[in-house]
């Protein structure tokens, strides 16, 4: 499974030290011996959220995204604005209109969202709400085609909720983005994942409050915790804060109460900046935002920075196996007998 | 900052550069903590032993906990030194963090007041040394502390942890050594070399005088949780106060090992005795269930008795007496300086040990009587009492002949002795306890002495490898007993070994289980040489051994037995099996289930007819629309005027038949009898003919089948025996049988279903 696709790295500038995604990716492909990715979730069509996704994945609505080398989709999650939105190009287009086909066909595809909400789009392409009601997933759902019993893990869809979707006309991506929880069970221990795309903290506010209604509080549990929005300021609280991001109620709440004392809070994100440098600005990652997580959510070192992972100078990905007893961070360059098969090695040969 | 390093070897350690190790596998370790793209340690320090070579690396290791609750306080980063004492040693690994917990499993124990290390690995060091580099360490440290933090480093099903920190000396406990109870034992040594073993026996065991003895007692403790045990004393004081934590009063419990009366020339011995204090204490696991218990042992071979009584205040000395003191008066500086030594502690070879280590805990261990005790017969008992299968009868009339020794059991001091009285005492021997009796008797003969007979009547089991026809058959008609017989028994040319099981109930008997071991042989093709002896000439039993067998194999045939044995102490099946070897080591099996046979009782004879012979005429009759038939082949017992119908050919293709009658055609047919005369070497023969009625006809033989019958019976005169015929009707298989021209005939209905 795969949740977001966005190779932003620039090949030409070899001081650009993101990786190389879709080398990686592919090699990791290779290694599992699949045919295909079960399950690709776009949580919203932002640019650093599908860049040259088009280049790397097989789309089935046009032949120009077709061909050997491209990894094919099982299913594709998309969010309802992924179906509905006018205006987009390039990458996200490509998203678009691969989710659209496949919700016309009516395989391969869940959208998360409350079912009226598509009813006009639907009608428009001679189809009703009825028809794909199995490829639609609301907000407070279990997400179609994961169970615990047979694939020892299943998705609880968040947002696109209701509350977001009626009062706002304009369909704001980072509202209208994925936000669910992936539940992981091994043995008898569930390990659970937070997904909250570029939500900002009045989103989760709903979502908690909502959640907190339904009495559906262990759905916001997690052991990790992908931060939102690149840990920006604005999802935890309104203001960021001289040193530190005071977060709302509901957002403590979710942070401090919902999540494990040694769970992980994973920030897709450049390193956090320090004090009076040049990234200490208005975009995020914002280092008011990582003390708060540093010092009243999790333990310092067990917040992940992708672009800080191991150090600053050389990222890596970042792994972190789900087991019997939890999650637990990879220690990064542990031996393999010897044989180092996880890197490609330099050319061999007679050299004539 | 520099680390506490004290307490981890007893010597003082001063830290260094890295780059002042001598020690190359510290140095590739310092290399890997090192390594930024190795998150699986860091460097902390370096240090070297002011007193002698050791030198010590100090790094944290990460370890990959979850969120799940740990069991013991384990944390994500430990601190952990890595000591060696020299070059490509092993190093030791010391887990430094002041509050580590001290009572986890595989933990080594040290000397009081010393730090523990982490036992990693089920090998001595020395077997693994060449195989070590600090990544295996390491990611070996990772591994230990993931799993002891949540309590999984000791499996459910492994035994709880014993470990007891190398000795020099090691004591073996006697066999029947019983860690429950109390008593008086002395302990020895048998040679004079360094570090020779101490042997530990019962006080009325005691050896000659002038064999070196220590005076030992055994002190049995409360029980303690596994893991707890966490120091060993160097000294006397130290040994009273760890066991005083455990809630045993040490002194106490030498002051009753002391003799009431001092002034008794043998107490005085006994007191001028080294001492040897024997302690077993009982563990409990983690849910304080009772799983096993750990013996201890602690010597000093120049302190006495006496030298440990007066430190402990209980008796003084002076003018050449010795005499209790009426209040203890310890002298608590003197036990510090008294120094002690603990022991490896052996457990003595007891059936039981004998299971376990053969994987045979749960086996069930069945009395046996074994008949035949040569070179077959003594080695699978013996491999069955290694087994601890040991309690058992032996029964043979034979003696030890200086050719036996070439495959028998037993050594060359033992010739001229009975084999079964051989046998018996080297089971004995092995278990020091009386376990084996051998009988000097033979089976099959009315002068079998009662102790014998006894002994075999109550077995559980007999196993015959006397590869006695005689013997066998005595047993397959005896009703002495009831308890099921195998006979084992190696083919004439030592290349196969042949198992025959009446199976519980003995609803097969032995003379039915040899007529299908016959059969076996003429209809397996893999079978057609099992009896032969090349370049020699063999008349009579199969089992007469007169053909060279290397030891080496017939150790192979010894193993099989004593192993089938054990895997058929339960089984009510009635079977045969034939392991052969063949010359590049391969053994391959064939085995027959012997279904009941079906029985005529006619006359003075007997007729047995197996349920093969059975199911191939019933499926040659098929539909019944015309008649066929064939000859019969099987065994004989003329002293018992016994026919056992194993094989029913099937009709000569020249053979006429029609609905109303069958002539059997003689194309192949002296073939075929010679085959299998040639194969079973004329165990098994023509008996008879077979043929069957067509459908709605009964089995009653007609006037025609009575005439074919007195021909059969003219031919079978000369050998004998009687004249067979088996018809097959609707109504079953009837049995006709002509004898001194009486015909008489019998019926084995038709199962119903």
């Known amino acids: 499974m795969l949740v977001d696709f966005a190779d932003m790295a620039d090949t030409g500038d070899d001081s650009d030290k993101r990786c190389d995604l879709t080398s990686l990716l592919s090699e990791d492909f290779e290694e599992a011996g699949v045919e295909e990715y079960r399950i690709v979730a776009f949580s919203h069509l932002d640019t650093d959220h599908c860049k040259r996704s088009s280049e790397y994945f097989w789309l089935d609505h046009a032949k120009k995204y077709q061909g050997e080398g491209r990894k094919k989709i099982r299913t594709l999650w998309v969010p309802a604005a992924a179906i509905t939105e006018e205006g987009v190009a390039g990458d996200a287009r490509a998203i678009r209109q691969e989710a659209r086909h496949r919700l016309r066909k009516g395989e391969g595809i869940v959208v998360f969202s409350r079912p009226a909400r598509l009813r006009d789009w639907l009608e428009e392409n001679g189809l009703s709400v009825e028809d794909r009601q199995d490829c639609i997933v609301d907000a407070g759902k279990r997400v179609p085609g994961l169970t615990i019993a047979q694939d020892a893990v299943e998705a609880f869809a968040h947002s696109p909720h209701a509350t977001r979707s009626d009062e706002n006309g ?107 440098s040049e990234a200490d600005d208005d975009q995020p990652p914002h280092r008011q935002a990582a003390n708060y997580y540093r010092e009243d959510v999790v333990k310092r070192e067990h917040m992940l920075v992708t672009m800080e992972h191991p150090n600053n100078s050389e990222p890596k990905p970042i792994e972190i196996e789900i087991g019997s007893k939890g999650a637990s961070k990879k220690a990064l360059g542990v031996p393999a007998s010897g044989i180092a098969g996880d890197e490609v090695a330099p050319r061999a040969g007679h050299g004539y | 900052m520099a680390t506490d390093l004290s307490g981890l070897t ?26 930024e793209s190795y998150e699986g340690c860091s460097l902390v320090s370096c ?122 000396l090691t004591l073996f406990l006697p066999p029947d050594f019983d860690r429950a109870a109390s008593r008086s034992y002395v302990a020895f040594r048998r040679t004079e070399h360094p570090y020779s073993p101490i042997i530990l026996c019962p006080s009325a065991c005691a050896p000659n005088a002038g064999i070196p003895q220590y005076a030992c007692s055994h002190i049995l403790t409360k029980s303690t949780r596994h893991g707890s045990m966490i120091d060993l004393p160097s000294n006397l004081s130290e040994l009273i106060e760890i066991y005083g934590e455990l809630g045993v009063d040490l002194t106490s419990e030498i ?3 002391l003799p009431a009366d001092l002034t008794d ?173 051998g009988f000097h008797a033979a089976v099959g003969y009315e002068n079998m002495p009662p102790p014998a007979l006894e002994a075999l009547s109550t077995a559980e089991r007999v196993i015959d490898f006397s590869a006695s026809v005689r013997a066998a058959r005595w047993l397959a008609a005896s009703t002495d007993f009831e308890s099921p017989v195998s006979s084992y028994f190696v083919n004439p040319s030592g290349t196969a070994l042949v198992a ?42 199969c089992r007469n051994l007169s053909v060279t067998i290397p030891q080496a194999r017939m150790a192979i045939f010894a193993g099989l037995a004593a192993e089938d044995i054990v895997a058929t102490h339960e089984s009510e099946e009635t079977s045969i099996k034939i392991w052969s070897l063949n010359a590049t080591g391969a053994v391959t099996v064939e085995r027959q289930h012997i279904h009941p046979f079906d029985r005529f009782d006619l006359g003075d004879w ?54 109303s009658y069958f002539d059997r055609g003689v194309r192949g047919v002296r073939h075929s009898i010679g085959e299998a005369e040639r194969v079973s070497r004329r165990h098994v023969t023509y008996l008879g003919e077979w043929h069957t009625h067509p459908s709605g006809a009964n089995s009653n033989p007609s006037n025609q089948d009575l005439d074919l019958l007195t021909w059969i019976a003219q031919r079978r005169q000369p050998f004998l025996m009687p004249g067979v015929l088996l018809i097959c009707g609707h109504d079953g298989l009837r049995l006709v049988l002509q004898w001194k021209e009486r015909t008489i005939e019998g019926l084995a209905a038709t199962e119903r279903h």
């Open chain 2, 255 to 257: 002051e009753k090992i």
């Open chain 1, 170 to 276: 304009i369909e704001d991506r980072n509202g209208d983005s994925l936000v669910f929880q992936m539940r992981f069970r091994e043995g008898s221990y569930d390990t659970d994942v937070l997904f909250a795309a570029d939500v900002k903290h009045e989103v989760l506010a709903e979502i908690v409050d909502i959640t907190k209604h339904h009495e559906n509080d262990n759905r916001l549990h997690w052991n990790i915790y992908k931060l939102p929005h690149h840990c920006s300021y604005l999802s935890i609280g309104p203001n960021k804060g001289t040193r530190k991001t005071e977060p709302t109620e509901q957002i403590r709440w979710l942070c401090e109460d919902q999540g494990e004392k040694n769970g992980y809070v994973v920030s897709s994100s450049w390193p956090i900046p320090s004090e009076g």
């Open chain 2, 500 to 541: 025959m099981h009446e199976g519980i109930g003995r609803r097969g008997r032995g003379g039915e289980i040899e007529a299908a071991y016959y059969a076996m042989l003429v209809e397996n093709e893999n079978l057609q040489d099992h009896l032969a002896t090349p370049g020699q000439v063999q008349l009579g039993s």
């Open chain 2, 606 to 659: 007997k007729v047995l007819v197996s349920s093969s012979v059975r199911a191939a005429v019933e499926t040659a009759r098929a539909d019944g629309a015309v008649e066929t038939g064939g000859i019969l082949l099987g065994s004989y017992d003329l002293s018992r005027r016994t026919l056992f119908i194993t094989v029913a050919l099937l009709s000569p293709t020249d053979s006429k038949t029609d609905r």
């Open chain 2, 265 to 437: 020339p043998e107490a005085r011995t006994l007191i001028q005795q080294s001492l040897l204090l024997l302690i077993t204490t009982p563990l409990t696991d983690a849910g304080r269930r009772a799983g096993a218990t750990t013996t201890r042992a602690f010597l000093n071979s120049k302190l006495t008795l006496l030298d440990v009584a007066k430190s402990l205040g209980l008796v003084a000395q002076g003018g050449g007496e010795i005499a209790r003191l009426l209040q203890k008066q310890p002298d608590f500086e003197l036990q510090k300086s008294q120094q002690v030594l603990p022991l490896d502690v052996v457990d003595g070879f007891s059936p039981s040990l004998a299971r376990r280590t053969s994987g045979y805990a749960e086996a069930p261990t069945p009395t046996l009587a074994a008949i035949g005790l040569g070179a077959l017969g003594s080695q699978a008992v013996m491999n069955l009492a290694r087994m601890g299968q040991s309690t058992c009868s032996l029964i043979d009339q034979d003696f030890i002949a200086p050719h036996n020794l070439a495959r028998h059991a037993a050594s060359g001091s033992w010739i001229g002795y009975s084999k079964a009285e051989v046998v018996g005492e080297e089971i004995c021997q092995l278990f020091q306890t009386k376990l084996a009796t």
């Open chain 2, 10 to 35: 007893g010597a003082s350690f001063r830290e260094i550069a890295s780059d002042d190790l001598s020690d190359d596998g510290l140095r590739a370790l310092v290399e890997l903590a090192s390594l």
């Open chain 2, 47 to 168: 240090y070297r032993s002011a007193d002698d070579p050791a030198e010590a690396v100090v790094v944290q290791v990460y370890i990959e906990l979850g969120q799940a609750e740990c069991l013991n306080d384990v944390r994500e980063w430990e601190p952990v030194a890595m000591v060696t004492g020299g070059h490509r040693t092993m190093p030791s690994v010391f887990p430094i963090r002041s509050d580590f917990p001290q009572q986890l499993p595989h933990l080594n124990l040290n000397l009081r007041g010393l730090r523990r290390s982490l036992c990693l690995f089920d090998a001595p060091a020395e077997d693994i040394a060449h195989l070590y580099n600090p990544a295996m360490l390491v990611e070996r440290v990772r591994w230990w502390m993931k799993k002891s933090a949540y309590g999984e480093l000791h499996g459910e099903d492994q035994p709880l942890d014993p470990a007891l920190a190398p000795s020099f």
